[in-house]
Nanobody, 126 residues
Framework: QVRLVESGGGLAQSGGSLRLSCAAS????????MSWARRALGKRLEWVSG????????YYADSVKGRFTISRDNTKNALYLQMNNLKPEDTAEYYC???????????????????WGQGTQVTVTS
């Protein structure tokens, strides 16, 4: 069965950095677009970033453009999110998400999903 396990969350200061990892198993990772999503306390779920199955295209929410970088290593079944210049508003539970197809559309990235990890907490202090 599909398994997505996030790691790398924790506490960071404003302006600091964290790198999230997602270990995937139970499916052909190299044939699935992947995304990161987050949910802050009291806020709606937000799609953060996505990458095509072959790594050829990446997309970012406006709120994180220029600060976050998504990448993947298909030889390791691993997805990453490098988060730089963190802000308190980045505080949220971050989820590794398997998208339905090898490609994704930003407009439907949160809908066309098949599996979610359990999440890893990121807390950014002022």
């Amino acid at each position: 069965q599909v398994r997505l396990v996030e790691s790398g969350g924790g506490l960071a200061q404003s302006g600091g950095s964290l790198r999230l990892s997602c270990a995937a198993s139970g499916f052909d990772f190299s044939n699935s677009a992947m995304s990161w999503a987050r949910r802050a306390l009291g806020k709606r779920l937000e799609w953060v970033s996505g990458v095509f199955a072959d790594g050829s295209k990446t997309y970012y929410a406006d709120s994180v453009k220029g600060r976050f970088t998504i990448s993947r290593d298909n030889t390791k079944n691993a997805l990453y999110l490098q988060m730089n210049n963190l802000k308190p508003e980045d505080t949220a539970e971050y989820y590794c998400v398997k998208n339905t197809r090898p490609t994704l559309l930003v407009a439907t990235a949160l809908v066309e999903t098949t599996d979610w990890g359990q999440g890893t907490q990121v807390t950014v202090t002022s």
